[in-house]
């Protein structure tokens, strides 16, 4: 027993709720999941939406913090409210699910451990560049191997709060530094949608961290030990604190993107690479250091998602198998450590090293945007199904407030799924 599960014994009788007893406790599964889920791409998407629009979409950062809180809340609420697992849940809708998530969850491994750990080697390779991108990556992908085979969630939990409180000073503070427009942020707190800016809000919506981590919310909260209704409140509170942060994070990256290059004219790349391109501006503007200190938040930020997906999708393919494996909910084989686990977590690594040596795999390439795609629509539809029925007992039901939230996210991820599988094709073909 912990030191918290001791000061928790003492204040609270076992069947009460436990939310006052950790009242001030904010470090949790929700702050993992939503550092893992801001990726160099949302902030190259956040970046772009501020050299173009200025602080006229500040708003969609708020919708999308909204959304995945609610999101979030949805899988951990099954899950405590339940005993299930996320998965178990989807089985229980018909076969269909799956059919969708065994392939997805392998394919978008191969592909986003490639990804992954490009975009921690990039902001490496340019602050030490006596190793090539390549060898950067490979060097990010084995430290985060190491650190997920051979800790515990404790351990993880630890690192990503460190990990995200120095992309979070580093980040905001630039963010403070460039003296923001204080009345034309407030002025972008005003829904409006710009003249061709439809496609860059419902990226910034959907910017606000993650995408299948987001189901990888209820295996964090059984690896850290809340695993009944008596969580529940400390769990929402867990998880809106961490995307209230999250959500300061992303805007702090739009208002860098406006003040530094959108009152400037300066475009950006659309890849990861914009976010070099932001550093050098920064230097030009700041100095070498402030323009360093960016790419250390950048790493952070990177780094933070391999700890985090290494983890929680791990867990999530772990469970998947043990199920089809009818292998009961947390037998050793699916938890963390066990060998399902281990397969996925080597799978992520050291298979997708292959990508950096060899050309893009483009039927790849489409099938794993594709299939991305569908993942944001998939979960908030199997949620609005799940929540409101006798899948779970009477009062952790969906509320009007989450039905309407979940059917709004439905909508809008579909829409952004559209966008994103005719992107995917495009730049395929």
Known sequence: ?????????????????????????????????????????????????????????MWAIVVGVIMKIVLVEGAGRYSLATGRTMFEGWRTLGRWTSVYFGP?????????????????????????PFL?????????????????????????????AVLVGLMFILIVGLALLTLPNVPALLKGLIPMIPSGGVTYTLALAGSVGGTITLAAY???????GWG????????????????????????????????????????????DKGLLDLADVLKGRYGTVIGNLFLVGFWAASFSSIIGVWSGVSLMFADFWG???????????TMTGGKYFKFYLLWITFPPMLLFFLDRPIFLILLYGVLGALFMPFLAVTLLWILNTRRVPDQWRNGWFTNITLAVCAVLFVALGVYQTIDAVVKVL
């Open 1 to 57: 027993m912990n030191k918290h599960e001791k000061f928790l014994t003492h204040l609270v009788d076992p069947n009460e709720p436990v939310d006052r007893a950790q009242k001030y406790k904010i470090i949790g599964p929700g702050l993992v999941v939503a550092a893992t889920g801001i990726g160099a791409a949302d902030l190259v998407a956040t970046l772009v939406a501020g050299s173009r629009y200025g602080y006229a979409l």
């Open 104 to 128: 997805y969850i392998l394919i978008w491994g191969f592909v986003y451990g490639a990804t992954a750990m490009s975009s921690a080697a990039m902001p490496l390779a340019v602050l030490f």
């Open 132 to 160: 090539p991108l390549w060898g950067w990556a490979i060097i990010m992908g084995l430290i985060g191997f190491g650190m997920v085979w051979l800790g515990k969630y404790q351990a993880i939990e630890k690192i990503t």
């Open 218 to 224: 209820g295996y964090w909260l059984r690896e850290k």
């Open 228 to 271: 009944s209704p008596r969580f529940m409140r400390v769990m929402q509170l867990d998880n809106t604190v961490a995307y209230l942060i999250s959500g300061i994070f992303v805007a702090s990256t739009l208002v860098l993107g406006v003040e530094v290059l959108y009152s400037a004219g300066v475009a950006v790349s659309t890849g």
């Open 323 to 333: 199920n089809m494996r009818n292998k009961p909910t947390g037998h050793p084989d």
